[in-house]
């Protein structure tokens, strides 16, 4: 093995970013690296490339133990990166920037023709013939990223690690790259590819690994994989036996309609849009990653204005301008990235949960203290939130934790409709299925939920009926017994949306 | 709690004042003379008032994670507004709201460009702070406008129950908003706003209108001590009132512990930077010193402050003693075996 | 040029007032800005200067930049003007701007401050003398306290600059003369009334409450009129329980010495253009080159000088 990985572990305040991964990189082979947001893959490379340094396990180059302290020792090592941004500086020539810094040198001075002609001998390995004096900029970003490449290759030279490298280029211009990297291959390289384009993953690469939540989940060979196996490792296939039953005695209850969302939508960000919220009902929002769950979420809780569409209750129009009148309205939303959108983290644990009750209230109608005190003990006590004291800094808390203290945040102002955005993500098992009784009990006290997840298994078990949304666009409703894994992954991979039932596509 | 909280200001003080007291003994001395308290701590209070009411603005806006460098300017323009009322025969308590008035809509400009905008603060600010001075010598015409009215003076060189009328404005001002930070939920608030502008909004919290609110009681605040400063020298000098205050306001607000970062806030403690500031200022000026040495003096005393006050030097502070408690029971421990 | 000078020889025979010799000329002025209300003082007395003279004034204010003052030097040459009077804003930088006027043989006078050309350059400089100012406030006080012991406290300028010190010096070397006369304390006030009267709070505090002080020289008026109100305060009578000695004469100077409250100032005029407009009169008339410095008188006015006249003729001005 070229580069092998054993147990690598890596955790950050509050998370465990990478739990126990193993990964491993052949000479001669390109190797995908595929997960959802926040399943550890950044985190893999960064550890890789010496912007992390691991907390465990070992890293072996050519069977040697490594521990690069920053990407210059890594380069040193044998380990270059491409990002998807092109990491060179366009006001500099091609020569210049191929050069950078291990010019060739003539009496102390840069020696301009041996860096010319060393450079077009580089660029002729990739069968590209350039004008080396030209500033970069004025090339196409494919033939930059190409640049990149040959760069990253000549000062590193035995792994190169491409990160989202064609996210920004067009089918003939993936071709040009692609066989830049098929011709590294055959040179012995070892490639490791990060994107979230299932077909290039199939057509460049010869072995994925799939991480999930920090962990590994599968290394196999592309060829014995197919699209749909591929997306249930990403999203997950199995959960705990516990959730499983919870979801398993749900009968296709009827609910009275609460809330309807007409059109909404917002240009470049989400197709419009209809929605049905049913008093006591979960609905599941599915899809992958980029498909628009999120921000349907943010136009219907005013945190994008909606540019079309309108929403109304059994009383009339709602205006969804501002998070404020979206509270106004009854709803709340706890946001995906806890960290920066949800706590206030150098604000204690009493602050943060009556926070949202207090806005609502005014500044000039303070809560009383024992009301707050009695407030955060009560939560506290029943969302089990693990803490030494209510007035701790909730930055201090663990991810799940903090979770909870922002849903206690939320059930304090009793809200009629509240949206989830992977309530789950980056939390240790035991809470995660804490959260999932949690939602079951709001629905059975009348509260309605939205539910945002990349765990299918995590929607099937509380949802009532899942949207599927593909390419910011809602393409299925699953209601009933279709709210099963297979189905949803089947909307998802484009597959069985000429169903009649579940093609009412919006 | 609250002891706990100001009490590397209060010995930083207590401090100041004994190291005064060495270079000019008669420090302390307070007498009482046709009704009014004499000594050179009534004026430090009296002094201290500009940058002490600045301090209490500025505390707000830096809890929320901005600046405000144009309350020096703005004190400028209050200055004036105030003086060219009472010079155009408008009477005092016309004079008094417009210059409070042009306070307010100075902290409203700045709130708005940072809180709906979105300009940094630094650069906001700034705006105010480099344009303000040429209005101010708008009103005033490039000269000093003097004036003759002993109830506008009053707030200068009056007193009330023997304190100068501008240490009661000061103390008033730091009491009212200090209560009202902390028996409102304003204080809380404001800090969620400094620390997660973006979370707090998504909590329902109305980021936007705290923000200009904190810039235009930072403005109300620089409005009063230009108040201050024009009845004072009974006349308003556009060129120099307020002239680099905006940075002593600062230098209190952060002297007081107050993070620039944003978030937890205390005025009281903002209030006994401005006063140190001030017993600084006063110190060096009854020490006789030349002049040549003001600043290397100011700057040397507010360094060691900071210096001991950093959270670095304290945490190595306490690792030092547990170190030397550990040692010295192991000698124990030792002995007794 | 020529012509000129002959046609101003004749006019001078024929009316033979100096007045109508400067007739129809035309002088551009590089003023800085108007950054004091003395600054606004020159310029308005420049311009009443040139009207009474009937000389055509071209104003220009600089806004405090070099480069503003250039360009309107460069423009006055263009349009052929017969002088140039030039308040610099910096002492450097004005050897080629300065050549250019040599080339077009147009006179410049430099008012108020100096440069660091060669004084080939041009016609004169006017300008005070700082440290004149500073020993005609001190020979008023040496003959106000006759042999009294004095103690005497000093505010100074801002700390460092040429103002401060000139003015200090001179007022030190007539008292060195004088064993009962003493500075005891010596401050900044950075020029500003606020800190005037900062600073003399300090000084009264320190001195027994003011009863050990027998004098105050301030750099500037405005020092001096901040400290009258800290001597008040403080309950002592300005102007007699302690002396007071200022330099400038602005006009809230004058209205203090008006009420007693204080005793003299050193004029530092801002009718520079009187006598520039004088060497350039006389310059055209015959070609009579001046002295390369012309020192302002520095008059020193105390309250027998009728200050409340002087206070009225100033005011106007735009102090």
């Known amino acids: ?506 | 709690m609250l002891l706990k909280r100001i009490a590397p200001q209060l010995i930083a003080l207590a401090a100041l004042v004994l190291l005064v007291t060495l270079v000019y003994p008669g420090f302390l001395d307070i007498s009482f003379n046709d009704g009014r308290l004499v000594g050179p701590v009534v004026d430090v209070l009296k002094r201290g008032a500009p940058v002490a009411l600045l301090a209490v603005g500025m505390t707000l806006v830096i809890a929320t994670r901005g600046i405000d460098l144009s309350v020096g300017t703005t004190m400028a323009i209050c200055g004036a507004v105030a003086a060219w009322a009472i010079a155009s025969g408008w009477g005092l308590a016309p004079a008094l709201l417009l210059a409070l008035a042009a306070g307010g809509i100075a902290g409203l400009w700045n709130g708005l460009l940072v809180a709906v905008v979105g300009i940094q603060p630094f650069v906001a600010t700034l705006i105010l702070m480099t344009m303000g001075r040429g209005i101010a010598q708008l009103i005033t015409e490039g000269r000093i406008l003097t004036f003759n009215h002993p109830g506008f003076a009053f707030f200068g060189s009056g007193t009330i129950l023997g304190l100068p009328v501008p240490a009661w404005l000061w103390l008033l001002t730091g009491a009212g908003v200090a209560l009202l930070m902390r028996r409102s939920a304003l204080g809380m608030l404001i800090e969620a706003t400094g620390i997660n502008r973006r979370a707090s909004a998504l909590a329902g919290v109305n980021a936007t209108v705290l923000l200009i609110a904190v810039y235009v009681a930072s403005g109300l605040c620089a409005a009063l001590a230009g108040i201050v400063v024009t009845a004072d020298i009974r006349g308003a000098d556009a060129n120099n009132s307020g002239l680099w205050l905006e940075l002593d306001a600062i230098l209190a607000v952060v002297i007081g512990g107050n993070s620039l970062l944003g978030g937890r806030f205390s005025i009281l403690a903002a209030l006994l930077g401005a006063l140190i500031i001030q017993t600084i200022d006063t110190g060096i000026l009854l020490a006789g010193f030349p002049s040549e040495y003001n600043l290397v003096i100011k700057a040397a005393l507010v360094l060691v402050i900071l210096v001991l006050q950093s959270p670095r030097i304290a945490a190595e502070w306490r690792i030092w003693r547990k170190s030397q408690r550990a040692s010295r029971e192991a000698l124990a421990e030792r002995s007794r075996t | ?319």
């Open chain 3, 1 to 319: 040029m020529k012509t000129r000078t002959l046609l101003g020889t004749t006019a001078a025979l024929m009316i033979s007032t100096t007045a109508a010799m400067a007739e129809g000329e035309t002088v551009g002025f590089a003023q800085i800005g108007s950054e004091s209300g003395w600054r606004a003082a020159e310029t308005a007395l420049t311009k009443q200067q040139a009207e009474e003279r009937g000389i055509d004034l071209r104003f220009s204010d600089a806004q405090q930049k070099q480069e503003n003052q250039i360009a309107a030097i460069r423009s006055f040459i263009a349009q052929g003007i017969d002088a140039i009077l030039l308040a610099p804003v910096v002492a450097t930088g004005w050897d080629s701007v300065l050549e250019e006027a040599q080339e077009a043989e147009i006179p410049v006078v430099l008012l108020d401050r100096q440069v660091d050309s060669s004084d080939e350059l041009y016609l004169t400089a006017v300008g005070s003398n700082l440290v004149h100012e500073g020993e005609v406030a001190g020979e008023w006080l040496v003959n106000a306290v006759g042999d009294q012991e004095c103690r005497i406290v000093e505010l100074q300028g801002t700390t460092g600059s040429t103002p401060a010190i000139d003015r200090k010096t001179g007022f030190e070397n007539v008292i060195a003369g004088h064993d009962n006369m003493e500075i005891v304390r010596s401050q900044t006030g950075d020029f500003t009334r606020a800190q005037g009267k900062e600073v003399m709070e300090s000084f009264l505090q320190a001195e027994n409450g003011g009863k050990d002080i027998c004098a105050l020289y301030a750099h500037n008026d405005d020092m001096a009129v901040g400290a009258i109100q800290a001597i008040r305060e403080a309950g002592l009578a300005p102007g007699k329980d302690i002396l007071i000695v200022s330099i400038d004469g602005v006009p809230d100077i004058f209205k203090a010495m008006a009420d007693g409250e204080a005793n003299a100032t050193v004029e530092l005029t801002p009718n520079m253009a009187g006598p520039a407009f004088d060497a350039l009169e006389a310059y055209w008339a015959d070609g009579t080159a001046p002295e390369k410095f012309i020192q302002t008188e520095s008059r020193l006015f105390t309250q027998d000088d009728d200050p409340m006249g002087e206070y009225e003729t100033r005011k106007g001005l735009g102090y």
């Open chain 1, 1 to 506: 093995m070229l580069l092998s990985i054993r147990s690598l572990t890596k955790t950050f305040p509050g998370t465990l970013a990478l739990d126990g991964v193993d990964f491993d990189l052949a000479t001669g082979e390109v190797h995908a690296l595929l997960g959802e947001n926040g399943a550890g893959k950044s985190t893999l490379i960064k550890c890789l490339t010496g912007a992390y340094h691991r907390d465990g396990g070992t890293v072996a180059l050519d069977g040697a133990e490594i521990a690069p302290r920053s990407t210059v020792e890594a380069q040193e090592l044998g380990i270059g990166t491409v990002y998807q941004e092109v990491n060179l500086l366009p006001n500099l020539t091609v020569a210049q920037n191929l050069m950078f810094g291990r010019e060739p040198r003539r009496f102390g001075l840069i020696n301009t023709r041996a860096m010319r002609a060393e450079a077009r001998e580089m660029l002729r390995q990739y069968g590209l013939e350039l004008d080396v004096d030209r500033d970069l900029g004025n090339y196409s970003v494919a033939i930059q990223q190409i640049i990149a490449i040959a760069r990253a290759v000549a000062l590193s030279g035995k792994v190169l690690i491409l990160d989202e490298p064609t996210a920004s280029l067009d089918a003939r211009e993936v071709e040009m790259v692609f066989d830049v990297v098929r011709g590294l291959r055959e040179r012995g390289l070892g490639i490791v590819f990060v994107s979230h384009f299932l077909d290039q993953v199939f057509e460049l690469t010869d072995r994925v690994t799939v991480l999930r939540n920090g962990r590994k989940i599968v290394t196999e060979r592309t060829a014995d994989l197919d699209r749909m196996s591929l997306i249930e490792h990403m999203l997950g296939r199995a959960l705990e036996e516990e959730v499983e039953q919870q979801g398993a005695g749900k009968a296709a209850a009827t609910h009275p309609d609460l809330l309807h969302f007409e059109g909404v939508g917002r240009h470049g960000v989400i197709e419009p849009f209809d929605l049905t919220i049913g008093q006591g009902e979960v609905v599941g929002l599915a899809g992958l990653l980029g498909s628009g769950r999120t921000e349907s979420a943010e136009l219907i809780f005013g945190v994008r204005p909606a540019q079309t569409g309108s929403a109304r209750d059994e009383k009339g129009a709602l205006d969804l301008k501002s998070p404020r009148a979206a509270i106004a309205a009854g709803f709340g939303f706890a946001p995906e990235d806890r960290k920066t959108d949800g706590i206030v983290a150098d604000l204690s644990i009493r602050e943060n949960i009556v926070l949202g009750l207090q806005a609502q209230r005014g500044w000039a109608r303070p809560i009383p203290r024992a009301e707050q005190n009695r407030l955060a003990e009560d939560y506290i006590r029943r969302l089990d939130i693990r803490t030494s004291g209510r007035e701790k800094p909730v930055g201090d808390l663990s991810g799940g934790n903090q979770q909870k203290v922002v849903l206690a945040r939320w059930l304090a102002m009793n809200p009629r409709f509240l949206i989830l955005d992977e309530p789950t993500r980056g939390i240790d098992v035991g809470a995660h299925a804490e959260i999932l009784r949690l939602i079951h009990d709001l629905t059975g006290a009348g509260m309605s939920v939205l539910v945002i997840s990349s765990e299918i298994e995590e929607l099937v078990a509380v949802s009532d009926r899942v949207i599927v949304l593909r390419d910011r666009r809602h393409v299925a409703e699953l209601r009933g017994e279709r709210v099963a894994p297979d189905a949803i992954m089947r909307a998802i991979a484009r597959d069985g949306t000429g169903d009649g039932e579940t093609a009412r596509c919006c």
